[in-house]
């Protein structure tokens, strides 16, 4: 009697929990990633010219699971979904610092951080049931397991952020010299942010995408001070807000554009200087705990041990003996 209550504590839950969690997971991957009839696939082919140069690529299954995603996501993401405008476009303006400037991103977001919770609870607390059994320290572990699949899509959308920012801090002033070299050619500003957004496209993809959408927002009809503005806002980067402002004052008043880049540029490169010498002062300060931690030790042994070994054989006895 009490082997048979013994197994069904032990292994009939967690079974359970699994069944659970394969059927649906079984169900969600049926209904939304159900393949489409080949008819209608040959149709995508012939509408879209794009689809034929990705149907046997990489593309093609990135664009089938963003696909999924936007269809799967908006039923998982109504709880998240923010209550007014305000908090509706400062997750939109996030995503739009990381590069994700489409209209499904904000739900795909919320979404995968809702089946990050719900895969960490599931998938966590069977786990967790299977080592402890049903006890409190499988209750924590389950709660952390589902508290840290809902904030992943977070950290990695700060991380994705940070690093495009830091991409376009460093290789702004290469952008800016190659602008003042095209002014003083005699090009315009529209025509020498399309040189740019061409000849970076090796070197700084991200700052060539940036110039390219502003080249095509300007090509549909939009105010150059617009563009501008919204350049620096959509990137979130300072010196991109601060150079919008500079252009949009040089075709206000109409003093030299050339210049007022080149004054750009100059004071980026002082700014990235000093950056690079604050890191450098703060490296001193750094040093000091692995020193402490793993240096200072062997040190020590090596320098004290062979007088520690000499006074312990040598006055230890005589020590003892008077």
């Known amino acids: 009697m009490f082997i048979v209550i013994a197994f069904t504590a032990d292994w009939i839950i967690p079974l359970a929990i699994f069944g659970a969690v394969a059927a649906t997971a079984f169900l969600v991957l049926d209904r939304f990633a159900a393949a489409k009839p080949r008819a209608e696939e ?17 593309s093609y299954k990135a664009d089938t699971v963003t696909n999924v ?30 590069g994700f400037r489409g209209e499904h991103a904000p739900t795909i977001l919320l979404g995968l951080k809702v089946l990050g919770l719900v895969a960490g609870l599931f998938c966590g607390g069977g786990v967790a049931l299977l080592l402890y059994g049903i006890s409190k320290p499988a209750l924590i572990r389950t709660v952390l397991a589902g508290s840290g699949l809902f904030y992943l899509p977070e950290m990695i959308l700060w991380f994705i952020t940070k690093r495009r920012k830091e991409q376009i801090f460093l290789g702004l002033p290469d952008a800016l010299d190659l602008m003042v070299v095209c002014v003083e050619a005699g090009l315009g500003l529209d025509q020498a942010m399309r040189r740019v957004s061409e000849e970076m496209q090796k070197s700084f993809r991200v700052i060539a995408d940036e110039f390219a959408l502003c080249n095509l927002q300007i090509q549909m009809g939009r105010g150059r001070n617009e563009v501008l503005h919204e350049l620096g806002v959509r990137t979130g980067v300072e010196d991109l807000r601060s150079l919008a402002s500079i252009l949009i004052q040089a075709d206000k008043f109409g003093s030299g554009i050339a210049q007022a880049l080149r004054v750009q540029s100059d004071s980026m490169r002082v700014r990235r200087a000093q950056i690079a010498e604050e890191k450098a002062a703060k490296t001193a300060v750094k040093l000091v705990f692995p020193l402490v931690l793993f240096i200072f030790p062997g040190i020590f042994v090596v320098l004290v041990g062979p007088a520690a070994i000499t006074m312990i054989n040598e006055l230890l006895p005589k020590m003892g003996g008077g």
């Open 69 to 98: 995603l936007k269809k799967a996501t908006p039923g998982l993401a109504k709880p998240l979904q923010p209550t007014n405008k305000e908090e509706q476009s400062k997750l939109i303006a996030r995503l739009s610092h990381a």
């Open 42 to 58: 040959r149709l995508e082919e012939i509408s879209d010219p794009k689809s034929r140069r990705r149907v046997s690529g990489i």
